[in-house]
């Protein structure tokens, strides 16, 4: 099911609905919101009584991440800026149910929270943009590559330590108008979300996982929900992709095994395999490029997150001490 975001009557209803049966917390991004969407939708579809319009209310709120838009998410903390203020609001009971990108998401929840649903996994590949159709390997030396993740910028440095890598944050649209602007020379978003945004179209270049691993859970939606609430578990589990829901546990417990953050360069990939075994490919990388491990498991489904959590400690055993230390950045530059 593809999802777009709201049109304006459904913003107009979001905003006036008195009670409804379940109000799903989403951030305001065209993004978060073709997200909230699709579960809506799909929670339509599964229960009659979730059907009527204004059965489901969207609810946004604004997130540390969406406020402070100049830095990149290591220097002000990680990843649980873009879930804080929304796993509060579940908790405090404002909102039934919250809808996560799960590459945002910590890899513990609040006491009292769990995430246990996800829909199916999108293409958790990334997208290359470049100003005069160049990928990757045919970027002129010198080129200037705007990316607010560490994992984006430690593998590139990887493969092209020729190449300058700036902070670069914004929605779809503004960092593909400042590539436009010739603020950077290229950059990278998510294909997950060009797809779920309708812009499936803008995408040139597709990375393969052996350019560019993905980031953990990289085009998994996740539910979050109140441990306690029967109410809201039975909806939840309705929608539950269970395919998606052990790639994903696979990937996170890799990052747990790791301590991993937005402040650190680790990048997994869960994949079935024909026979219906569970691979899981992963890799740490320096910040600045210059020292990388990988390693590979595969094994049954049921044994996902041992498979991950084995993968992350050799990876914790070979980086050793200070793998991650990151100096800092330089400033986005100005054309």
């Not at 799903?24 to 991004?29: D, E, F, Q």
């Given at each position: 099911m593809q999802a777009t975001s709201p049109a304006a009557g459904d913003k107009q209803r979001i905003m006036t609905l008195d009670a409804p049966l379940l109000r799903?917390?989403?951030?305001?991004?065209p993004l978060a919101l073709a997200q909230a969407e699709a579960v809506r939708a799909r929670l339509a579809a599964a229960f009659a009584e979730l059907a009527a319009p204004d059965a489901i209310a969207i609810v946004v709120i604004r997130t540390t991440g969406d406020a402070i838009t100049d830095r990149t998410l290591a220097a002000i903390g990680g990843k649980g800026l873009f879930t804080k203020e929304i796993e509060q609001a579940l908790l405090d009971g404002a909102i039934d149910l919250a809808v996560h990108s799960m590459k945002d998401v910590p890899t513990f929840q609040p006491d009292g929270l769990i995430v246990d649903s996800f829909l199916p996994r999108e293409d958790p590949r990334d997208a290359f943009f470049a100003r005069g159709g160049a990928d990757l390997d045919t970027l002129p030396a010198g080129s200037v590559v705007g990316t607010a993740s560490l994992r984006r910028q430690a593998q590139i440095l990887s493969a092209r330590p020729d190449l300058r890598v700036v902070p670069f944050r914004g929605n779809v649209e503004t960092r593909l108008k400042k590539l436009e602007d010739g603020v950077v020379d290229a950059t990278l978003l998510a294909v997950a979300g060009l797809k779920r945004l309708g812009q499936a179209a803008r995408i040139g270049t597709v990375l393969t996982p052996e350019q560019m691993l993905p980031a953990v859970a990289q085009g998994a939606i996740g539910l979050e929900r109140r441990v306690a609430d029967s109410r809201v578990e039975r909806y939840l589990a309705a929608l539950n992709d269970q395919p998606t829901l052990i790639r994903v546990s696979a990937e996170r417990a890799l990052l747990a095994s790791l301590d991993g953050s937005c402040k650190t360069p680790i990048a997994a990939l869960a994949e079935f395999q024909p026979d219906g075994r569970l691979r899981l490919r992963a890799l740490v990388v320096r910040p600045?490029?210059?020292?990388?491990?990988?390693?590979?498991?595969?094994?049954a489904a049921a044994d996902a997150e041992r498979l991950g959590h084995d993968a992350g400690a050799e990876l914790r055993r070979h980086a050793g001490p200070g793998f991650f230390d990151l100096p800092p950045l330089p400033e986005e530059p100005a054309r």
């Open positions: 799903i917390g989403t951030r305001g991004s600045d490029g210059s020292e990388r491990h990988a390693t590979e498991r595969l094994g």
